[in-house]
């Protein structure tokens, strides 16, 4: 929108080569009498169009009669002054004026004139007040008399009035959309005030910086390059600052900024490279060629990277059930047949995640299996029983896991007598298949009549041996006596001094009571009620479980489910501690378990609760951190290492607000934000801030200042106001008519 304004001068006559005022309230150009050359002088006050676009002038002048009579035409030789003002202090004529503006005519001869200024006249006139000027001079320096004796344009101006029409020539840029996705277009739209404004937009994004168009006029369309996502390696948007140069003719009249928001697209996530996955248990994969169930354990490596910038910050893997959380690993035994899946999601400093799965194939396994094993005293070829014989034969079933074909079997049997430790062979068992199904098979070796024997069968696999042990007992004989005397035997050969064997079974016509070593009752019901028992299964038990040894009393838990070897033992120690804790197999290498320890074992409450593993037999030991601990937790777990508040801040590092004498406190942590810097303001030439960068989410409150790094200046320097504040920028001019620029700070503070 143009505006039009009018200024009255305050005028002065100097000669060219005296500093002294030769008229105080009049302009006059060249002389009335040879000798001497006047300089007039014009100096309009509160006229500050620094930065307007003008687009006319024009200047109302009342002349006196002075000079040639209005039927003669006067040129004016309009100038540029090297002092805005009307009368500097020892400065002669000629040294007021400086570059010559352009010239116009007229009669100027006891009447009132108005000249509109055009063509090269108006441009430089123009420039010179977009400039922040408002003084000009009159001067010929090269009069030419009269044959009156004064000269040609002798003339004397008692009035002048300039008149200027101008538009705001610095345009205040603003986005199509207040986001935009990196990748995707937006439209700037530089909003100018000018139609022959033309700008130069620029952004910067965190480091990064860079043209976005020049010789814009009202708009452009920008896209953000999806290479800025780097700059926000931690964030998915963040505030990018565009700058708005505008320029008039080719002459820089001001600068602007506006803001967006960009983001990063749903598209930017981590990248999966690679996921591998191999048999981690030795020999496996040589004999079977795939996972086994219950054996096979897998070697797994995941490869990924951010994107644009951004780094991967947690690992998350499934593998039959169980999480893992580092990018290489080793997972517990494999425990499902079949398909199997491992899923992997990665996320990255952004919070992107992207997730890759692959299936593999488990074969089944159980392991060896033996359901029956019997044998018998035979005759000599095996083909009948004989209670007497001294040979024996065997019957047993028995199987193990085929494994796609690929598993071994082998199966054994030993014997010894009953009395000796050493276990000699008695022959294999020839498998049909997978699975041992003997019948009446002969033994080879010779048992004696009198003696009892053990056997034992063994069926191995691949992994593992299982076994099961039998007795055979003497030949059969309705009584018999220890040879000393000191035994007896019914149904066998007695073999024990001071004790009576049975070789069949023995049935009483009563009960035999509790304190002949019997339970006083006919059934199991009454026997575990006379001996105050329960069952595995289904009694409710009364009173306290006693359960004594001499160091470590113990309960142990054997699940059964699908052959784990897991293991749960609640345990006490003669130490005045006890632990609850699961344990990876029966041998208790692998293991973690919770100890509380009493006071008189451990007096601090530091060490009354602790965490306890043991990694291939190896121990470790971890505190645990609760609130009756007599230390704090420690820095490097987490916590501050002490137990008072001024001692938590002395272990970290920091101070209080009533203590804080040196360092620097982050502006994240503060509970506002700031934004500040400095620009220069006058009356009519206003000053555009930014404060984008300081991310408010709301408008801010905003403090203006005039400053200087000089000394203190005189004079009314006018009051400083703030209007259209947004949460980005706002505007600052000086009230009145103030037009000298001074110098000004601002700070804006706001959440």
Not at 343 to 368: L, N
Request: aromatic letters at 10%; charged letters at 10%.
């Amino acid at each position: 929108m143009a505006t039009t304004v009018s200024f009255s001068a305050s005028m002065r006559t100097r000669k060219s080569n005296s500093s002294s005022n030769s008229k105080s309230s009049q302009a006059c150009q060249e002389f009335y009498t040879s000798g001497y050359n006047y300089v007039g002088i014009l100096h309009f006050s509160g006229l500050n169009l620094q930065n307007k676009v003008i687009t006319a002038v024009s200047l109302t002048v009342y002349s006196e009669k002075a000079g040639y009579g209005a039927g003669h035409t006067k040129t004016v030789y309009l100038r540029k002054s090297y002092h805005q003002e009307a009368s500097a202090s020892g400065v002669i004529g000629r040294d007021y004026c400086a570059e010559p503006l352009g010239t116009f005519t007229g009669s100027f001869y006891g009447n009132t004139t108005t000249t509109a200024f055009t063509g090269s006249l108006l441009t430089n006139v123009a420039s010179y007040l977009a400039a922040g000027n408002n003084t000009f001079c009159i001067y010929n320096p090269s009069p030419t008399v009269s044959s009156q004796g004064y000269s040609n344009n002798y003339l004397m101006w008692s009035t002048a009035t300039l008149s200027v029409t101008y538009e705001e020539s610095v345009s205040s840029p603003s986005t199509s959309a207040s986001s935009v996705a990196l990748g995707s277009s937006v439209t700037i739209n530089t909003n100018r005030l000018s139609s022959s404004a033309t700008h130069t937009l620029t952004y910067t994004f965190g480091s990064a910086s860079g043209t976005i168009a020049t010789n814009v006029g009202a708009s452009t369309s920008w896209t953000p390059p999806l290479s800025l996502a780097s700059q926000i390696p931690s964030a998915t948007s963040g505030y990018c600052t565009i700058t708005c140069n505008t320029y008039v003719s080719g002459i820089l009249t001001g600068t602007s900024y506006c803001s967006v928001l960009l983001t990063v697209p749903a598209s930017v996530v981590p990248t999966i490279s690679n996921l591998t996955y191999a048999e981690a248990v030795s020999g496996i994969a040589a004999q079977f060629g795939g996972y086994v169930k219950l054996r096979s354990k897998l070697q797994v490596t995941i490869g990924a990277s951010g994107s644009y910038g951004s780094s991967i910050s947690s690992y998350r893997t499934s593998v039959n059930g169980t999480a893992y959380t580092s990018s290489s690993f080793t997972t517990g035994t494999l425990s499902t047949a079949g398909s199997n899946t491992i899923s992997v999601t990665v996320t990255d400093s952004r919070g992107r995640t992207a997730t890759k799965s692959a299936t593999f194939t488990v074969i089944d396994y159980a392991r060896p299996s033996i359901t029956d094993f019997h044998a018998e005293r035979c005759n000599a070829d095996g083909s009948a029983v004989q209670v007497d014989g001294t040979k024996v034969r065997i019957s047993a079933k028995g199987c193990v896991s085929s494994v796609s074909s690929k598993n071994t079997i082998s199966c054994k049997v030993f014997y010894k007598q009953t009395s000796s430790t050493a276990w000699a062979s008695a022959g294999t068992v020839t498998a049909s298949g997978y699975t041992i199904a003997p019948t009446n098979l002969l033994l080879s070796p010779t048992f004696a009549a009198l003696n009892s024997y053990d056997l034992k069968i063994q069926l191995a696999d691949f992994f593992e041996t299982v076994e099961q042990n039998i007795s055979i007992g003497t030949k059969q004989v309705m009584m018999d006596f220890y040879k000393d005397g000191s035994g007896m035997a019914f149904g066998k050969v007695a073999e024990q001094s001071g004790k009576v064997e049975f070789g069949w079974p023995l049935i009483l016509s009563s009960a035999l009571g509790i304190q002949y070593g019997g339970t006083g009752a006919t059934t199991a019901t009454g026997a575990i009620a006379n001996l105050g028992g329960v069952k595995k299964a289904g009694d409710t038990m009364t009173g306290n479980l006693s359960i004594q040894t001499s160091l470590y009393p113990s309960v142990y838990l054997l699940p059964t489910y699908n052959d784990t070897t897991n293991r749960t033992v609640f345990e006490g120690s003669y130490l005045g501690a006890s632990s609850f804790a699961a344990w990876e197999d029966s041998s208790g290498n692998n293991r973690r378990m919770l100890e509380v320890r009493t006071a008189a074992y451990a007096s601090s409450m530091d060490n009354a609760v602790l965490l306890r593993t043991a990694v291939n037999g190896t121990w470790n030991t971890y505190r645990l951190f609760h609130a009756g601990m007599a230390t704090g937790v420690p820095v490097a777990n987490g916590g501050t290492g002490a137990t008072t508040a001024a001692n938590a801040r002395s272990n970290l590092g920091c101070n209080n607000a009533s203590n804080l004498t040196a360092g620097t406190v982050p502006m994240a942590r503060m509970p506002f934000k700031v934004a500040y810097g400095s620009t220069s303001v006058s009356g009519s030439s206003a000053a555009s801030i930014n404060y984008s960068s300081a991310g408010f989410t709301s408008v801010p409150c905003v403090t203006v200042t005039y400053s200087s790094t000089g000394s203190n200046w005189t004079g009314d320097n006018g009051a400083l106001k703030v209007h259209s504040k947004t949460a980005t920028g706002a505007t600052i001019i000086v009230g009145g008519s103030f037009n000298t620029k001074r110098n000004i700070d601002w700070i804006a503070i706001g959440t």
